[in-house]
């Protein structure tokens, strides 16, 4: 069961999909999971459920945000030796094809031990207006990648030729 999330009126007749991320003007707030015709439930980023790929800002530490139904979410494998600080931000890293890279996530508010929390930058209990981001990575047709490979191994075997010919 899903403890922290709300209802949007917005679904898939507005081209919602599930698993898009949630966001307003100050961050992250959660993902879709459950989509209808015309209104959606977000997963919020404070429940046990959610997991969202997350970096320092400042030197590019991937680490992942654990929800755990409480207001102050969880980070979790910092490699070892890596320092965090009170204060420092924590960045989406665009790993796992839900969130765009470099969106506010939150600041560290607490260390204590092997547990850091993290406050949202995104204000959860006051959310008047979000918006529904479809993020993909674009990548090549296969057709264009076996083009390339074609074009590299033609090229390969110019060189080849023109040693054997020297």
Known sequence: PFFKSVLINRGGDDGVLNGQAVINEDGIVGRTINVGDGSSRVLLATDINSRIPVKLASSGIN?????????????????????????????????????????????????????????????????????????????????????????KQDEKQDENTHKETE
């Open 63 to 151: 680490m992942i945000l654990e929800g755990n139904n409480s207001p102050y979410p969880r980070l979790s494998f910092l490699p070892i030796g890596e320092k965090l600080a009170v204060g420092d931000l924590i960045l989406t890293s665009g790993y796992g094809m839900v969130f765009p890279p470099d969106l506010p996530a939150g600041q560290v508010v607490d260390i204590s031990g092997n547990v850091i929390k993290i406050k949202l930058s995104a204000k959860l209990y006051n959310l008047n207006y979000v918006s529904i981001v479809g993020y993909e990575i674009i990548r090549r047709p296969p057709a264009a990648q076996d083009e390339k490979q074609d074009e």
